[in-house]
């Protein structure tokens, strides 16, 4: 079983839907927990923390279930420019050992 | 966050030849890190860089293959050594902050070996 699992995708929506990822982790004894999103061709860049009481920052809104393991992302409204392939991030046992989930391709089409 | 870059921004080997990677940090940071993104693949961890000592290599990374040395704290290296078709991929740099461990990533060196 892989550390961090996430939905295989490709996920196609039209604008103005709302999308939902899901994300599970193997190692209760995890940490921290991030959505990353990479674009075609460029780095990671940190999208959200996921804080265990839920965290919202505009159109996105992070989830995590300690008991079930379970991190989630859910974007309303979706954009074109919110196409790319969004990344589970999970830092097991404290520190900066990090694990990144395979990634959820998005595409927003017009 | 820091600034960080990388060069090369993308490079073309031949089998057999070695490759430096730089990784250049605008502040100081405690954390350094060097990671592998093959083709459609997830980002897996090659080592940590640490400042003053040795690196430290995750499972299936070694010393010899792949050097890495940070002699202060806004500079690193990665040498892929002793290139072979496998090791084409995209080669990113990341440093840590935060008190949740959030990493920021450099833009990545994209290496072909032919």
């Known amino acids: 079983r892989k550390e961090v699992e996430q939905d295989p995708g490709p996920f196609n929506v039209p604008e103005g839907a709302t999308v939902a990822f899901n994300c599970t982790y193997s190692n209760s004894a995890s940490q921290s927990f991030f959505w990353y999103r990479q674009d075609c061709r460029k780095e990671p860049k940190l999208l959200m923390s996921v804080y265990s009481s839920g965290n919202e920052d505009g159109r996105f809104t992070a989830q995590l279930n300690r008991a079930s393991q379970y991190i989630s992302l859910l974007i309303r409204d979706s954009k074109l420019s919110d196409s790319a392939t969004y990344l589970c991030?999970?830092?097991?046992?404290?520190?900066?050992?990090?694990?990144f989930g395979a990634g959820t391709r998005l595409f927003v089409k017009a | 966050s820091a600034v960080i870059s990388q060069k090369p921004s993308r490079d073309i080997c031949q089998r057999g030849t070695s490759l430096t990677i730089q990784c250049q940090v605008d502040?100081?940071?405690?954390?350094m890190f060097w990671y592998r993104q093959q083709p459609g693949q997830s980002l897996t961890l090659i080592a940590t860089a640490n400042q003053g000592s040795e690196a430290t290599y995750e499972s299936g990374f070694v010393i010899d293959k792949f050097p890495i040395s940070r002699p202060n704290l806004t500079f690193s290296t990665l040498t892929v050594s002793n290139m072979s078709p496998e090791d084409s991929s995209i080669y990113l740099c990341?440093?840590?902050?935060?008190?949740?461990?959030?990493?920021?990533f450099g833009p990545g060196t994209r290496l072909t070996v032919t």
């Open positions: 502040s100081q940071v405690t954390m």
């Open positions: 991030v999970v830092n097991s046992a404290g520190g900066f050992k990090t694990i």
């Open positions: 990341s440093v840590g902050s935060g008190s949740r461990y959030e990493q920021y």
